[in-house]
């Protein structure tokens, strides 16, 4: 946009040194201060709209690592409930192993007491099992709820970001707009200069024009001696 402003403006330069009299006689006067004020008006509005965007910008990061965050901390959890069962499983089972290695040691023989001891014992293990298992389905559905809460806040975050990308665009869309205004404002604002300058020849040349007539008058009437 500069290198574009700066040939229009060495072309009306060339214009006004070619033809003065056109640029002096063809152009309206404008108002340079107000021309001026304008653009600096656009501008500023330009710069604000532009520290918006960038607001947006922050936002939308902001709404991204959130979301990443949310899945990725939603993900541990589950991932430690899931570990965490299975440690109990595990511990469980061995317990059942233990338990049916020490009931084959357990004094009584086949009597009814020592039955209902060893049943009793084997019973105890495997509730432990059982319970160890329940625990485990629990922990995988305890962690797949997790997951998928998570999956839905960061949803609505990502939802947050796609709508401040939006209003990113439209933003810097009227930023570039006031900065085109301020742009042609400055453009006119250097125009109204040269066309001045061209006036102020050509107002030279109608004097040097005078001056050269008055002379060759002057001369004409001269007397011979």
């Known amino acids: 946009m500069r290198s574009r402003l700066l040939f229009l403006l060495a072309l009306l330069a060339a214009g006004a040194a070619a033809a003065p009299r056109l640029a002096a006689d063809d152009f309206p006067e404008l108002d340079l201060v107000k021309l001026q004020a304008k653009a600096k008006d656009y501008r500023h509005r330009a710069e604000l709209l532009r520290r918006m ?100 806040d960061s949803d609505t975050l990502m939802a947050q970001a796609a ?20 742009d042609s404002l400055d453009m006119l604002a250097a125009g109204e200069v040269l066309r001045r300058r061209a006036q102020e020849q050509t107002q030279t040349l109608q004097d040097i024009d005078k001056q050269i007539e008055s002379d060759r008058a002057f001369v004409k009437g001269l007397t011979v001696w």
């Open 53 to 152: 965007v960038g607001a947006r910008e922050a936002k939308i990061g902001e709404a991204q690592s959130q979301a990443d965050a949310l899945i990725q901390q939603a993900r541990a959890q589950a991932q430690a409930r899931a570990a965490a069962a299975a440690a109990a499983q595990s511990s469980a089972q061995q317990t059942a192993q233990f338990a049916g290695i020490f009931t084959q040691f357990l004094p009584g023989g086949d009597s009814m007491g020592a039955q209902i001891l060893k049943s009793g014992v084997k019973g105890v293990a495997q509730g432990a099992v059982s319970a160890a298992d329940a625990q485990a389905q629990q922990a995988g559905a305890e962690g797949a709820q997790i997951v998928a809460g998570a999956q839905s």
């Open 163 to 182: 709508t401040l990308q939006g209003e990113k665009k439209k933003l810097a869309y009227k930023a570039r707009q006031y900065e085109q205004l301020a």
